[in-house]
């Protein structure tokens, strides 16, 4: 591989702000190099170090659609990118390069790099036709010459066609010409007159070589029929034809016409006329009328393509004679291609605090078109604050005016227009979108002052609160808001522990559930902070006030309910109408609303006897107590809260309707036997109405053997001599004067099997006996005696509190 360079700098001062310095390079390497083999040491030829390859941002520009060569900047080599065809990319045009440029910034420096690229013998020569068909007269002279279809080989130089051969016959020679592009062709000449009753035909082969190595060739096969009687060839009356055409002349425009005339007559001087070499390509741009030699255009002339064609013409008799002539056809250069633009750099956003003279883009115009056609001149077409000059040729810069003010005028829109000078003009518009970027000279301003958000208790964690929206006039990086959640305390824990808040979007989270009980308002501070450098930022104070919700039911704190005894609230029946006979009192740990208590009678034995207080829940009589009234009374209240939904609790009440207390007792002795009665109540009700029928008779049987039971047994406890004295223990007092029990009781019961009227008989006075009744026995009584008073059993089944009376029942 051979490799050759030649290296070229200049440097100019350019006013402001701009340096501007330049070189060129030149290598030289063979096609169809791998990709990533080395063309050359950039950074060595130029005389630049690696560090200032990578801190210019060294890049190559280049106007062709691929990219061949690649520039590794941490090496500072150029290599091969993409596979490199030298006839692709130049045809038969020698020599073949292309060129590009390498740009570095601060400071600018522009490099022109001209890579050569040399042929290698890679393709053999080649015939477009597989024969050559000729037809000669048997009376053709002695060195008639007959063109033949020329080899075509895209190898250039040494690795070109280099030479024809003719296989060896007695007829024919080979004379090799070449046109004044340089390109070979042979002609067959006749040097041994042709007899057809001898050799009525000949095959013969052309051979190609190319001057490579190794040597490539190529043939072609030469099919010869003899004629006879034609001694006359086709001669023109120009050996060479020049004429003039117009770039993208349209379809069938007239170049010129050829003329060529013959000695013979009749049949033997009729002519045909065409192209005698097929492989140039030219039959695509051009056609010849075979019959009036007349060529036209049928295909798209390119002045930036080919600026002249040359066309080989061969005109043929009817015996086969010919004779060649040549067509020089010259295209002329019209304004067809408008500047192109292309950008080499350019930089967006610029600080507004950037000096006049600040260089913005590099920009590359280019007019593919020649003379004053391919002469281009720019300028910006509106009025801003930006200029454009010129450096370098083809090269042009844009430099600020004026200093900016991103706070006018945050963006521009900047259009440059490349015009030609051909006529008419042609021109292009580019336009380039500058943004302005600002610096950090405003702080965040909240849309509050004060931002107040409310929350009901029990929520959520991890519920958003409110959202807090703080503005700044600044942008990017300079308005990117964060919101932090200044430090503080409350309750003696962390703020972080109740609340938190987004940092992007400001949304303010609350960490748990809050109990209004507990807590009622958080206070606290958020900064919302910017992103510029240094930061600015500005506080704001927010309240989270807790909403009570109605989450606790009502407490009944008297009277209290036990599991193992029974409580009574005593009304004698002489109570007067409003009597007060208790209060039931209770409480709900909610706030407002939710903590007002009503007071409602659920059920009660007689509903017109007694009412409930609707805001105290005092129990009054509403009539007067009447013999009537049962004893035991039972009252179910209802304590209800205002919330929503209310909440309730219920609270049993159980009245003895009685002036004293041996009256009481038979009653409610039997009170767990009533409760499982009602219990059941419903199943037995069901019962009697399926089978109503056969217990009729059984009932009325039944309803009268117990009468008759019951009676006997009244009357033996009616006739005995036990007396039933009340009994007061020693250390009793009565402190509280408004109950309706003062005492306490000392008493004996005799009790049956089914005992619902067993009778009490008082003791005497000072008597400590207890009698304990046990609901299992069948008429048996128990006496347990005891030396200390009733009042100081732990288990005594009677147990005084206030004014109310507990029975405890052994089961």
Aim: glycine share 6%.
């Amino acid at each position: 591989m051979a490799l050759w360079l030649r290296t070229e700098f200049a440097s100019s001062f350019l006013p402001f702000y701009l340096n501007m310095v330049s070189g060129h390079i030149r290598y030289s390497i063979p096609e169809e190099m791998k990709k990533g083999s080395l063309i050359g040491n950039v950074a060595q030829d130029l005389g630049l170090d690696l560090k200032r390859l990578r801190s210019g941002r060294a890049r190559i520009v280049t106007g062709e659609s691929i990219q061949y060569t690649e520039l590794k900047t941490d090496k500072g080599i150029l290599v091969v990118k993409e596979r490199i065809d030298r006839e692709q990319l130049c045809g038969d045009i020698t020599p073949c390069s292309f060129s590009f440029e390498v740009i570095l910034e601060n400071p600018m420096e522009l490099h022109q790099i001209t890579v050569e690229i040399t042929d290698i013998n890679d393709h053999s020569p080649t015939f477009k036709r597989d024969k050559i068909h000729f037809e000669i007269s048997e009376i053709a002279n002695s060195g008639a010459r007959f063109s033949l279809t020329s080899a075509e080989d895209p190898d250039v130089g040494v690795n070109g066609l280099r030479e024809y051969f003719l296989t060896e016959n007695d007829n024919f020679v080979l004379k090799q010409n070449s046109n004044a592009d340089g390109k070979k062709y042979a002609e067959m000449v006749l040097q041994k007159p042709l007899d057809r009753e001898t050799n009525p035909s000949l095959s013969l082969k052309l051979i190609a070589v190319d001057g490579g190595t190794p040597q490539r060739s190529g043939t072609v096969n030469i099919d010869i029929t003899v004629l006879d009687a034609n001694d006359n060839a086709p001669v023109f009356n120009q050996s060479v034809y020049k004429a003039t055409v117009l770039e993208n002349s349209p379809r069938d425009t007239y170049v010129t016409t050829v003329n060529a005339s013959d000695a013979d007559f009749g049949s033997n001087s009729v002519i045909t006329y065409y192209f005698s070499d097929l492989n140039s390509g030219l039959s695509d741009l051009f056609m010849i009328d075979e019959t009036t030699g007349v060529i036209l255009i049928t295909g798209s002339v390119d002045f930036e393509k080919d600026k002249k064609y040359e066309l080989r013409i061969d005109a043929k008799d009817q015996g086969g004679l010919t004779d060649s002539s040549k067509v020089i056809i010259e295209v002329t250069d019209v304004n067809d291609n408008a500047p192109i633009i292309s950008v080499m750099s350019f930089t967006s956003p610029v600080s507004e605090d950037s000096p006049s003279g600040t260089t913005i883009g590099i920009i590359n115009v280019k007019d593919l078109d020649s003379g004053d056609n391919g002469q281009v001149n720019c300028k910006i077409e509106q009025n801003a604050p930006f200029k454009i000059k010129s450096n370098l040729r083809n090269y042009y810069t844009l430099v600020t005016d004026t200093v900016l003010d991103r706070e006018s005028v945050s963006e521009y829109n900047i259009t440059v227009v490349a015009t030609d000078a051909g006529r008419p003009p042609l021109y292009t518009k580019r336009t380039f979108h500058l943004k302005v970027s600002d610096v950090n000279d405003n702080a965040p301003v909240f849309s509050q002052g004060v931002y107040n958000a409310f929350i009901t208790e029990n929520n959520s964690p991890g519920v958003s609160v409110l959202m807090l929206r703080a503005r700044d006039p600044d942008e990017n990086q300079n308005a990117r808001i964060s919101y932090i959640l200044e430090d503080a305390n409350i309750g003696g824990s962390p703020v972080s522990e109740y609340v938190s808040v987004n940092a992007e979007s400001g949304v303010v989270h609350v960490v748990r559930s809050f109990d209004y009980e507990q807590i009622k308002q958080l206070v606290f501070v958020v900064k919302a902070q910017d992103g510029g450098s240094p930061p600015l930022s500005s506080n704001v104070s927010v309240k989270i006030m807790i909403q009570d919700q109605n989450d606790n039911p009502p407490q009944v704190l008297y009277p209290v309910q036990t599991g193992g005894s029974l409580v009574a609230e005593m009304v004698p029946r002489s109570a007067d109408v409003g009597y007060l006979v208790t209060k039931v009192v209770a409480v709900d740990v909610d706030s407002g609303q939710n903590a007002w208590l009503s007071y409602k009678l659920q059920k009660a034995t007689d509903r017109a006897l007694f009412e409930v207080g609707l805001q105290n829940g005092e129990i009054r009589t509403i009539r007067q107590v009447t013999d009537k009234d049962p004893v035991k009374q039972r009252l179910t209240v209802i304590v209800e809260d205002n919330g929503q939904p209310s909440r309730s609790a219920t609270v049993i009440v159980n009245v003895a309707v009685a002036d004293s207390f041996p009256e009481v007792l038979s009653e409610f002795t039997d009170f767990t036997h009533d409760k499982e009665y009602n219990d059941n109540l419903t199943f037995y009700l069901v019962l009697a109405l399926a089978v109503v029928s056969f217990l009729f008779i059984t009932c009325l049987v039944v309803i009268i053997s117990v009468k008759i039971y019951r009676w006997r047994q009244s009357r033996v406890l009616y006739h005995s001599n036990l007396p039933v004295i009340p009994y007061y223990p020693p250390r009793y007092s009565d402190t509280l004067g408004t109950g309706t029990l003062q005492h306490v009781y000392n008493y004996e019961v005799c009790r049956t099997t089914d005992s619902r009227k067993s009778d009490c008989k008082f003791g005497r006075a000072g008597s400590q006996n207890v009698l304990i009744m046990d609901p299992s026995s069948t008429g048996t009584m128990q006496r347990i005696q005891s030396e200390k008073s009733i009042l100081d059993e732990p288990d005594s089944p009677i147990e005084v509190r206030g004014n109310m009376l507990s029975l405890v029942f052994v089961k």
